[in-house]
């Protein structure tokens, strides 16, 4: 594989449900991001992790969680998923931590329906 | 509060030249991006700028004025390919990255 991958490419959950989306990435870059977008929004930041082992909250972190075990993964949790967490999710990754002017490269997105 | 504006779609001629201008209100400022995203992928890189004046990448340039908290992206010669939505993004003081909600441009043949 080559740059960033999501997974699933779609997904339709029940309001109230557990769901990991995934994101792996295979450039050995140290900082990784979750965004969401929304019809008539710009991306917004969910979580960031500058490296392994660390993560940070972005602009809109509540019911959202995430781990970075080791430097290719990050995976993005909803807990208890609520229909207001239907978007289009995208997993971003730079070589430099967050607070750099690096370029961010972007997976193909998850898009994820909550009824 | 930050704000950065770009108008919500354009329309363009296949040939022609066209610009997409962003206005920007950040708490500080460490650089502008430029991404293109076709419908249903991924933004892909377009441009950086962080002084003022032109930077000219074949088709694309992209210009920034920092007293005006203005920018823009000239596309010429363009394309059916150009057809996708340009994000404007700014780092602002804390470097964080601020979004606009994108412009759609659509081009005709």
């Known amino acids: 594989i080559a740059g960033i991958t999501q997974a699933p490419t779609s997904q339709i959950l029940a309001a109230g449900r557990r769901m990991t989306l995934r994101c792996t990435q295979d450039m050995r870059h140290n900082a990784m991001y979750w965004y969401r977008q929304d019809l008539g929004l710009g991306l917004r930041l969910i979580h960031y992790s500058n490296t392994a082992g660390t993560t940070g909250k972005g602009e809109v972190p509540d019911g959202y969680s995430v781990s970075r075990a080791n430097t290719d993964d990050f995976p993005l949790t909803l807990a208890s998923a609520v229909p207001s967490q239907t978007s289009v999710y995208f997993c971003a990754s730079s070589d430099s931590p967050s607070g750099s002017t690096d370029t961010q490269y972007f997976g193909p997105g998850t898009r994820l329906t909550v009824l | 509060g930050q704000n950065i504006d770009q108008p919500t779609e354009m329309t363009a001629t296949e040939g022609a030249i066209v610009q997409i201008n962003c206005t920007y209100q950040?708490?500080?400022?460490?650089?502008l991006f430029w991404y293109q995203q076709h419908a249903g992928e991924a933004p892909t890189f377009l441009s950086y700028?962080?002084l003022d004046g032109l930077e000219e990448k074949g088709r694309f340039s992209s210009f920034l004025s920092r007293s005006k908290g203005y920018s823009y992206l000239l596309l010429k010669e363009l394309q059916m390919k150009d057809s996708a939505s340009y994000l404007c993004?700014?780092?602002?003081?804390?470097?964080?990255?601020?979004w606009g909600a994108g412009t759609k441009l659509i081009i005709k043949p």
């Open positions: 950040t708490s500080g400022f460490n650089g």
């Open positions: 993004a700014v780092l602002d003081s804390n470097y964080q990255l601020i």
């Open positions: 700028n962080v």
